[in-house]
């Protein structure tokens, strides 16, 4: 069973910068495995930020960035702001039509 | 602009199935590199992919779901559907659909609270 790892929270201060990462149970992350991430909000629906590692989404802030680091997926946040305070989810394609999420990270901005 | 929107009850009863459809508008459900997907969450927890169906028509599920769920699609009315059956309280959760690709941005419906109780 493929189990995609997140921290289960993290903190920053506004201003500051964080780094949140996505890994796999079975495997490295890499790009063939289209790793995208998603924040939502309380009540709301995810909100794709990153799509194939490092593609930005329409209208997603350039403080939001994308990459491989080591053998896993990364989402950095520079200069985070009060309102990218949410839950961050990534998730990695597997092949035929099949989808893993992460548990999430919880970001707190303070 | 693609739009998804889900339809079905909000309240099923222990052991019956959960039947939810997707509308979509602004795509067609025979766009090449298209999956359509369901994904849940329950109360205050993480999000579950659980099943897809490509432009194909061929379909993916949970290993963990796959005893119990069926997604289907039909081209005519630009819809595709879930069937859960024998659920539990367990399966009280948000459904989502969505449309899901490989290299491009994805888009999800607003989603549905499904309440499993008696």
């Known amino acids: 069973q493929t189990v995609v790892t997140q921290e289960p929270s993290f903190s920053v201060s506004p201003g500051g910068t964080v780094t949140l990462t996505c890994g796999l149970n079975?495997?490295?992350?890499?790009?063939?495995?289209?790793p995208c991430w998603y924040l939502q909000t309380p009540g709301q629906a995810p909100r794709m930020l990153i799509y194939?590692?490092?593609n930005r989404s329409s209208g997603v802030p350039d403080r939001f960035s994308g990459s491989i680091l080591g053998n896993k997926a990364a989402l950095t946040i520079t200069g985070a702001q009060a309102d990218d305070e949410a839950d961050y989810y990534c998730?990695?394609?597997?092949?035929?039509?099949?989808?893993?999420f992460g548990g999430g990270t919880k970001l707190t901005v303070l | 602009q693609l739009q998804l929107q889900e339809s079905g009850p909000g309240l099923v009863k222990p052991s019956e199935t959960l039947s939810l459809t997707c509308t979509v508008s602004?795509?067609?459900?025979?766009?090449?590199?298209?999956?359509w997907a369901w994904v849940r969450q329950p109360p205050g927890k993480g999000l579950e992919w659980i099943a897809s169906?490509?432009?194909?028509?061929?379909?993916g599920y949970n290993p963990s779901l796959r005893s119990r769920v069926t997604i289907s699609v039909d081209r005519a009315k630009k819809q595709f559907s879930l069937e859960m059956n024998s659920v539990t309280a367990a399966d009280t959760a948000v459904y989502y659909c969505?449309?899901?690709?490989?290299?491009?941005?994805?888009?999800w419906g607003q989603g549905t609270l499904v309440t499993v109780s008696s």
């Open positions: 998730a990695v394609y597997m092949g035929s039509g099949s989808w893993v």
């Open positions: 194939t590692t490092n």
């Open positions: 079975s495997d490295s992350v890499s790009p063939n495995y289209y």
């Open positions: 969505a449309r899901l690709r490989k290299r491009e941005p994805s888009y």
């Open positions: 602004g795509d067609s459900i025979s766009t090449i590199n298209n999956f």
């Open positions: 169906i490509s432009y194909t028509g061929s379909t």
